[in-house]
């Protein structure tokens, strides 16, 4: 898999995923060992806000394990002031304190690789934050970015309310407005075509889907929820989506949020420790001796076929501890012929955490270890 390009370039610099489902849980449980993907970084280290002993994160991309490893830097030494502007959150810009920046990175405690890939990546964006940098990021704000050269800002209004009621009754109104949604339509046309993706992101790699409706059906009921179940300006996907960037803070994600950063920052302080380890999970999973009571696979046994795909929890018992869960992220496709032995499904427990995920891109399943 190592030799594949998906995995040799920086694909996420913020993140497609919304943490706050596998936050919730590890704030039920208070595990003490972590397993992750990594990712940008920012789907595990909000996790520390909990106190775990260790975070365990796993990536095949050197670059985006080089990513986290900054983040956790900045995050250890630095306030969220610091941290929202190094990187570009609201209510900063990429594009602002540029020296400063700079400054900040020549301080970091990183590893010698981080620093090389980093000096010449900044070197080469003039000192611009990273936070639209990652092939997802660039993806997704490129689809807004056009639709904008026709319609200019109709749609930045959709992000003014302030309440969920005033909200709805816009929607209700503008969704049987087919001119209003002539825009949005073509927007989920571009998202739910998958030679597009396998194209421009994936490079042949997209996930083979297997659910029963149509890209476009998916896209258009997961917006649908979106719109329904929290304010669009508290969401930093819908942003990105309609706006090609982040601008209102309340919508940052939780590595950014004023009531995360902080116990996030404090646990990695008092020893919380970050382990960056460049592996898949199934091999990970088959040399460590670790043990562990929380893991966060993404949506990573989405891309398993044959033989992976319907052992792959068999292969994580050795690393789990008696009751750990572990969480599923599945995009366009559910693995198939999964082999659960030892397993119970636990779904439906974390059923008002799933309705509140402001993405809405993904079926979870939360299994638990019960040998």
Known sequence: ?????????LNYSIANEDVAYELGICRQIKPKKILAICGSGARFLPLASTQPEKITALDLATQQLALADLRRSVMQHYPLQDYQRFLGYPPYSTGEFKAERAALFAELDIRPSTR?????????????GLLYQGRWEQTFIGIPNKVRLLVGSAYDNIFQFETQDEQDRFFAEKLNDRVWCSVPAAVLMLMGNATFFNTVLYRGSFVRKNIPDSYFDFYSSAFKRLFANGLTRENFFLQICFLGRLQYPEGNPLEAHPDI??????????????????????????KTQEKYDFVSLSNVPSYFSGAPESNYLQSLTRCLNRGALVVVRCYLRVPQGTDTSGFIDMSRDYDELAAKEKMQMYRIIVYKYIG
């Open 116 to 128: 090389s890939y980093f000096q010449e990546l900044f070197r080469q964006i003039n000192w611009e």
């Open 1 to 9: 898999m190592t030799g594949n390009a998906y995995f040799n370039s």
């Open 261 to 286: 950063y902080p116990k996030a920052q404090a646990a990695l302080q008092a020893g919380t420790a970050i382990e960056l380890v460049e592996r898949d999970i199934l091999s990970f999973a088959a």
